[in-house]
C-alpha cells in the first residue's frame, strides 16, 4: 500500500512513490528550490554591506546604522548629544570612527544594577568609577546602592493615584527598568524609592501651577499639534504626563507665543499687514527688510510695530501722489 504525505511546498496530500519524495509534483520542486535559491540571494544581500563595513575604519552615518543595528536618525541624534564623536569634512558629508562606537558602547555596559538586585557574578558588579560615568551619561537617579537596604513598597493602585500613570504604563516601565516588585495576595507591590526615581518630577516643575494640555494650548496659541511638540522640544519646555494626556507649563508657552503682544494694537502681523495695504506677505516682508522696521519674533510669526509700518507707508503713498502729478 503506497504512502500518502503532504507535499512541502503547497501543502495537498499526495501519494508517494518512493520513500524520498518530498513534493506532489515537478512544479512544485521547482517552485521549492527557486524558493530557496531567492533566500539564500536575500540573506547575502542583508549580509554583503556588514562584510564591507568590517573592514572600514571611517563609516557615515547610514554604515554606522547597518553597523550598530539602528536606525540613520538615531546615529544623528547620538552624534547631537555628544556621546557618539565625529568629523565633518564638508557641508554634506560626515564620518563616524568605528573605534569612536566601540568606546561609545564600552562606556555603556549592557547589565545595570540596581538597588535590591543580587547578582550571584562578581563581573557583574560595577565598579564605582564606571557608576559615576553611567550615571553622568544616561542620568541613572542614585538612591540607596545597597541591596541589603529594606525597600518601602506601594500597591499599583497607589502608584497610579500618586504619580497619575495608566496601568499600562505602569507595567511597561516597572519592567524595563527592573524595579523591584513582591507579589501579596494576587496583587503586585513596588519599591517606592524605584518609583520615585522613575516617575517623580523635579522642583522646577513641582512649582509651576499652570498647566495646559494639547487641545487647550491648540486653541489659545492658534497653533498646531505638530509645532507644539517641536516647541517644547527645541525650547525645553516643561512637560508632564497624566493619565495619558500630556500637560504644556503655560507659563513657558506665553514666553514663546506672546499672546499679550498678538493681542496688542501696537503690533501687525504680516498677514494682517497685508490684508490692510492690499500686498502680499512677501511685499511686506521686503518693506520690512529694506527699512530696517523694528518686529518681534512670536513663535513662527513676525510682529511689526504699527507706527512705524504705517509711516513707510504714508511716505510711500506721498511719493506716489506726487509721482503722478509730475
Not at 568606546?103 to 545595570?112: D, E, I, S, V
Not at 511689526?304 to 502729478?325: H, P, S, T, W
Given at each position: 500500500?503506497?504512502?500518502?504525505?503532504?507535499?512541502?511546498?503547497?501543502?495537498?496530500?499526495?501519494?508517494?512513490?518512493?520513500?524520498?519524495?518530498?513534493?506532489?509534483?515537478?512544479?512544485?520542486?521547482?517552485?521549492?528550490?527557486?524558493?530557496?535559491?531567492?533566500?539564500?540571494?536575500?540573506?547575502?544581500?542583508?549580509?554583503?554591506?556588514?562584510?564591507?563595513?568590517?573592514?572600514?575604519?571611517?563609516?557615515?552615518?547610514?554604515?554606522?546604522?547597518?553597523?550598530?543595528?539602528?536606525?540613520?536618525?538615531?546615529?544623528?541624534?547620538?552624534?547631537?548629544?555628544?556621546?557618539?564623536?565625529?568629523?565633518?569634512?564638508?557641508?554634506?558629508?560626515?564620518?563616524?570612527?568605528?573605534?569612536?562606537?566601540?568606546?561609545?558602547?564600552?562606556?555603556?555596559?549592557?547589565?545595570?544594577?540596581?538597588?535590591?538586585?543580587?547578582?550571584?557574578?562578581?563581573?557583574?558588579?560595577?565598579?564605582?568609577?564606571?557608576?559615576?560615568?553611567?550615571?553622568?551619561?544616561?542620568?541613572?537617579?542614585?538612591?540607596?546602592?545597597?541591596?541589603?537596604?529594606?525597600?518601602?513598597?506601594?500597591?499599583?493602585?497607589?502608584?497610579?493615584?500618586?504619580?497619575?500613570?495608566?496601568?499600562?504604563?505602569?507595567?511597561?516601565?516597572?519592567?524595563?527598568?527592573?524595579?523591584?516588585?513582591?507579589?501579596?495576595?494576587?496583587?503586585?507591590?513596588?519599591?517606592?524609592?524605584?518609583?520615585?526615581?522613575?516617575?517623580?518630577?523635579?522642583?522646577?516643575?513641582?512649582?509651576?501651577?499652570?498647566?495646559?494640555?494639547?487641545?487647550?494650548?491648540?486653541?489659545?496659541?492658534?497653533?498646531?499639534?505638530e509645532s507644539l511638540r517641536t516647541q517644547a522640544y527645541r525650547r525645553h519646555i516643561p512637560t508632564?504626563?497624566?493619565?495619558?494626556?500630556?500637560?504644556?507649563?503655560?507659563?513657558?508657552?506665553?514666553?514663546?507665543?506672546?499672546?499679550?503682544?498678538?493681542?496688542?494694537?501696537?503690533?501687525?502681523?504680516?498677514?494682517?499687514?497685508?490684508?490692510?495695504?492690499?500686498?502680499?506677505?512677501?511685499?511686506?516682508?521686503?518693506?520690512?527688510?529694506?527699512?530696517?522696521?523694528?518686529?518681534?519674533?512670536?513663535?513662527?510669526?513676525?510682529?511689526?510695530?504699527?507706527?512705524?509700518?504705517?509711516?513707510?507707508?504714508?511716505?510711500?503713498?506721498?511719493?506716489?501722489?506726487?509721482?503722478?502729478?509730475?
Amino acid at each position: 500500500m503506497r504512502k500518502t504525505r503532504k507535499c512541502a511546498f503547497c501543502g495537498k496530500e499526495f501519494t508517494c512513490n518512493s520513500g524520498s519524495q518530498r513534493y506532489c509534483s515537478e512544479h512544485c520542486a521547482e517552485a521549492a528550490k527557486a524558493q530557496r535559491k531567492k533566500r539564500q540571494q536575500d540573506f547575502l544581500k542583508a549580509v554583503q554591506p556588514v562584510i564591507d563595513i568590517a573592514s572600514q575604519e571611517y563609516l557615515t552615518f547610514s554604515k554606522a546604522a547597518i553597523l550598530m543595528g539602528c536606525s540613520r536618525q538615531y546615529v544623528y541624534k547620538l552624534v547631537n548629544e555628544g556621546k557618539l564623536p565625529a568629523s565633518r569634512i564638508s557641508s554634506r558629508m560626515a564620518f563616524v570612527r568605528k573605534a569612536d562606537i566601540e568606546t561609545m558602547l564600552a562606556g555603556n555596559p549592557y547589565h545595570r544594577v540596581l538597588p535590591g538586585a543580587s547578582s550571584s557574578k562578581k563581573s557583574s558588579q560595577p565598579s564605582s568609577s564606571s557608576l559615576s560615568s553611567r550615571k553622568a551619561n544616561n542620568h541613572i537617579p542614585e538612591i540607596g546602592m545597597r541591596s541589603s537596604e529594606p525597600l518601602e513598597y506601594i500597591s499599583g493602585e497607589d502608584v497610579m493615584r500618586i504619580y497619575k500613570v495608566k496601568r499600562s504604563w505602569l507595567y511597561t516601565s516597572a519592567k524595563n527598568n527592573q524595579v523591584p516588585i513582591c507579589k501579596i495576595a494576587g496583587k503586585n507591590y513596588y519599591s517606592r524609592k524605584h518609583m520615585d526615581a522613575l516617575f517623580g518630577v523635579s522642583a522646577e516643575i513641582e512649582a509651576l501651577t499652570e498647566w495646559l494640555t494639547t487641545d487647550e494650548a491648540e486653541s489659545l496659541y492658534s497653533t498646531t499639534k505638530e509645532s507644539l511638540r517641536t516647541q517644547a522640544y527645541r525650547r525645553h519646555i516643561p512637560t508632564k504626563r497624566e493619565y495619558g494626556k500630556t500637560y504644556y507649563s503655560k507659563k513657558h508657552l506665553d514666553d514663546i507665543f506672546r499672546p499679550d503682544l498678538k493681542a496688542s494694537d501696537d503690533y501687525y502681523t504680516t498677514a494682517e499687514a497685508a490684508e490692510k495695504y492690499g500686498m502680499t506677505k512677501s511685499n511686506i516682508c521686503v518693506i520690512v527688510k529694506t527699512n530696517n522696521l523694528s518686529k518681534v519674533k512670536v513663535g513662527v510669526q513676525n510682529l511689526i510695530v504699527k507706527e512705524e509700518l504705517d509711516r513707510i507707508m504714508a511716505n510711500r503713498l506721498a511719493q506716489f501722489g506726487a509721482y503722478r502729478l509730475q
